[in-house]
């Protein structure tokens, strides 16, 4: 008799109390081994079943994605390393003239600090 093929997804339901809602309902999964990864459901057993079941259908299919949580520096580096190489610099345009992205110099004696009368 042969061997199934191991799924990649994994998972279950965990049963929690909350001091705000009563039981609730927690799935855990796992991705070919890695982290668990967990979401809140709600008060009914057979939803958090429900949604367990579509979640590991999607690992298995191979259409599931892990979104990455990034910070929002994190976020706009990334994005605008992507724009810079896509459109080239973000400050310019095909007539010459740039954005308000550009960097600003000004002369000295607008900058200056002027300290207040005696």
């Known amino acids: 008799m042969a ?3 191991k799924q990649p997804g994994s998972g ?3 049963e929690r109390a909350s001091k705000k809602h009563g039981t609730v309902y ?4 796992r991705l070919n081994g ?3 990864k967990t979401s809140m459901t709600g008060p009914d057993r057979k939803e958090a079943e429900q ?3 579509l979640k590991l259908a999607e690992i298995n299919r191979g ?3 892990e979104r990455h949580e990034a910070t929002a520096h994190e976020f706009a580096s ?3 390393a992507d724009h810079k190489a896509t459109y080239g610099h973000p400050g310019s345009s ?3 003239s740039t954005s308000r992205f550009t960097s600003c110099r000004f002369p000295a004696t607008t900058c200056s600090v002027r300290s207040a009368p005696s």
């Open 34 to 36: 890695g982290k668990v």
């Open 26 to 29: 927690q799935i855990r999964w």
């Open 3 to 5: 061997r199934r093929a």
């Open 51 to 53: 949604a367990l079941a």
């Open 78 to 80: 990334s994005w605008f």
């Open 63 to 65: 259409t599931y994605r």
């Open 94 to 96: 095909a007539s010459g």
């Open 12 to 14: 279950c339901v965990a």
